[in-house]
C-alpha cells in the first residue's frame, strides 16, 4: 500500500456523513451505515498496478441491485475524492431505498383508483417496491404530498403546471392517453420506471436481443462503451463482441454524467486483466457533438474532451467516438433490412429540444462539424427563439410533447424522405396521433409521403449494435466517404 492508499482510506474513514457510521472491516473494506443505506469502500490490490477502489451503495436490509456503482484507479487523490464525495452524498437522501411513491390524478379519482391497483398488481409481480394512491385532483392540488411521481389522467393534463406547484419535488406528467384508455398498467409502469431511473432497473421488455441483420464482415473482437445522461442519473454500460457475440458486459451507475468515468472504466478493466491489444477497436457512444473523437457537451459544460485521443495514447488500440443518437440511428438501419433510409428522433420527458440520428440510404449523416441531428436552431425557428418564452409544459405531455416534436419531423419528411422514423420519446406512445399531428403540415394530397412510424421502447439495445456496426464500417473502410 503506498502511501496515496493510506491516505485516501484515512480519508474515507474520517468523512463526515450525517447519522452514518463507520467501520473499517480490515485495511482494504469500509463500511458505512445510515438507517436507510449500506455504502461499502473495497481497495484491491494488484502487482505492479495501481489500486482499484469499488464504490457501491445498496439497500441495508437487502443485497438489491446498487444505487450507486463503480470502479476507479486510485492514481489521482483530487479524482478519488471526488468520486467518494458524490457516493457520500447520495448515502445521505433518505429515501434512496424507500418505496417508489406514485400518485394517480383524475378528476373525481374512481377510473384512476381502478387504474392504480392495476399498477400495484403489475409492481408487485414484478416485485418492486412501488406504492400507487388515486385521489380526485382538486384534493392533490389542495394537500400536496411526498411522491416521486404523480401521473394525470389526459382529461386533466391541461392543469399540469398547477399541479407541479403542490408536488414541487415530484415528477408529473400525463399519462399517454392510448395507455390510460387500454389500462395498460404494463406500459405506464414502463415510463414511470424510465422517468425515475437510476439506469438500475430495466423492463425486460426493452431488452430485445437485437442482431446484425446488414451484411457487415464481422470478425473482429470489439469493446462497445455505451454512455447515456439522464436528469436523474449517468449509466455507462460496457459490451465486448467476439464476432458478433457477446462475451462479457458490465455497467456502472452514478448520479453525475462525467466523461472521465469512461476512462476510469477502461483503465479498472485494464487492472483487472483485459489487455487491449486483444480487441481491433474500442467504439464509445456519448451524448455530445462528437467531431475526430472530441467531445462537446453543452448543456454539461463540457467542450474539446479528447477523449479518443486520450485513450488511443493509453491503450493504443484504435478508439472511435461517435455521438450516441448517430449509433442509435445506425442501430435502427443495422437491426433490419426493409428501411435505407431512417431517422431516429430521441428525446427525454422534461425537455422542449431533442436529438436525431440520420442515415440516408445506409450513411450515416453527420455533416460539417459532425452537426447534423443537432436540432435546437431548428426548434428555435420553429417554436419560440426566445428560451425565456417557451412554453416547458409542453416536455410533461403527451400532446405537448406531439406538437413538439411534429414539426421537426415534418422538415425531416421534407428534407430527407426517409423510409422510416423511429421515435424514442416516452410520452409519445401513440404513433397513429404523432402520424395525424404531423399530416396538418402536407395536407391530404401529400401525407402519403409521410412514412411507416416505429416507436422504440429499446433505444440501449439500439446505440449498442449500432456503435459495433460503426465500429466495423471504420475497420473493414478506413477512408470511407465523408458521410459515415
Known amino acids: 500500500m503506498n502511501q496515496l ?24 473494506h469500509i463500511i458505512l451505515s445510515t438507517p436507510h443505506a449500506r455504502g461499502e469502500v473495497i481497495f484491491y490490490a494488484f502487482e505492479d498496478a495501481p489500486e482499484i477502489v469499488e464504490l457501491r451503495i445498496v439497500d441495508a436490509e437487502c443485497s438489491c441491485e446498487p444505487k450507486f456503482f463503480l470502479h476507479f484507479e486510485l492514481e489521482d487523490e483530487a479524482r478519488a475524492e471526488e468520486l467518494f464525495g458524490e457516493m457520500a452524498s447520495e448515502l445521505q437522501q433518505e429515501d434512496l431505498f424507500g418505496p417508489t411513491r406514485v400518485l394517480l390524478c383524475c378528476t373525481a379519482g374512481l377510473t384512476t383508483s381502478m387504474f392504480a391497483n392495476k399498477l400495484a398488481e403489475a409492481a408487485k409481480t414484478l416485485s418492486l417496491d412501488y406504492t400507487f394512491d388515486a385521489i380526485p385532483l382538486e384534493q392533490a392540488r389542495a394537500q400536496g404530498g411526498s411522491y416521486d411521481a404523480v401521473l394525470l389522467a389526459p382529461q ?10 403542490s408536488f414541487p419535488e415530484s415528477v408529473v406528467v400525463q399519462i399517454p392517453a392510448k395507455i390510460f384508455a387500454s389500462f395498460d398498467a404494463g406500459g405506464a409502469l414502463r415510463m414511470v420506471m424510465h422517468l425515475l431511473s437510476d439506469h438500475t432497473v430495466f423492463p425486460e421488455q426493452d431488452v430485445t436481443n437485437l442482431k446484425l441483420v446488414r451484411d457487415l464482415h464481422n470478425d473482429k473482437r470489439i469493446m462497445v462503451v455505451t454512455a447515456i445522461s439522464q436528469p436523474r442519473s449517468s449509466w455507462i ?92 440511428a445506425v442501430g435502427c438501419y443495422v437491426s433490419q433490412n426493409e428501411y435505407d433510409s431512417v431517422v431516429l428522433h430521441t428525446q427525454q420527458t422534461g425537455y422542449l429540444v431533442g436529438g436525431q440520428g440520420i442515415v440516408v440510404d445506409g450513411h450515416l449523416v453527420k455533416g460539417r462539424k459532425n452537426f447534423a441531428g443537432e ?86 439495445e439500439r446505440i449498442a449494435l449500432g456503435e459495433l456496426a460503426l465500429c466495423l464500417q471504420k475497420l473493414n473502410n478506413p477512408r470511407p466517404h465523408r458521410k459515415h
Open 375 to 460: 436540432l435546437a436552431p431548428l426548434f428555435a425557428a420553429v417554436h419560440e427563439p426566445d428560451p425565456a418564452k417557451r412554453d416547458t409544459s409542453n416536455a410533461w405531455t403527451s400532446a405537448g410533447m406531439c406538437k413538439t416534436v411534429a414539426p421537426l419531423l415534418a422538415a425531416d419528411i421534407a428534407l430527407l424522405a426517409p423510409d422510416a422514423i423511429y421515435v424514442a420519446v416516452d410520452l409519445l406512445d401513440d404513433m397513429d396521433v404523432l402520424r395525424k399531428e404531423i399530416s396538418r403540415y402536407f395536407g391530404k394530397k401529400l401525407d402519403t409521403y409521410i412514412p411507416r412510424l416505429i416507436r422504440v421502447t429499446d433505444y440501449r
Open 5 to 28: 492508499g493510506r491516505d485516501f482510506r484515512a480519508y474515507v474513514a474520517n468523512y463526515p456523513i450525517p447519522n452514518c457510521t463507520t467501520e473499517q472491516v480490515d485495511d482494504d
Open 156 to 165: 386533466v393534463a391541461y392543469q399540469r403546471d398547477a399541479v407541479a406547484k
Open 237 to 328: 454500460g460496457w459490451r465486448i463482441y467476439d464476432k458478433g457475440d457477446e462475451v462479457a458486459h458490465g455497467s456502472i451507475t452514478k448520479p453525475k454524467h462525467d466523461l472521465r468515468d469512461v476512462e476510469d472504466l477502461l483503465a479498472t478493466l485494464h487492472v483487472q486483466g483485459w489487455n487491449p491489444s486483444d480487441l481491433d477497436a474500442i467504439g464509445i457512444a456519448v451524448p455530445g457533438v462528437i467531431n475526430r473523437g472530441t467531445v462537446a457537451f453543452v448543456s454539461r459544460q463540457l467542450t474539446d474532451y479528447e477523449l479518443g485521443r486520450t485513450l488511443y495514447k493509453r491503450y493504443g488500440t484504435k478508439v472511435f467516438v461517435d455521438n450516441n443518437a448517430n449509433a442509435g
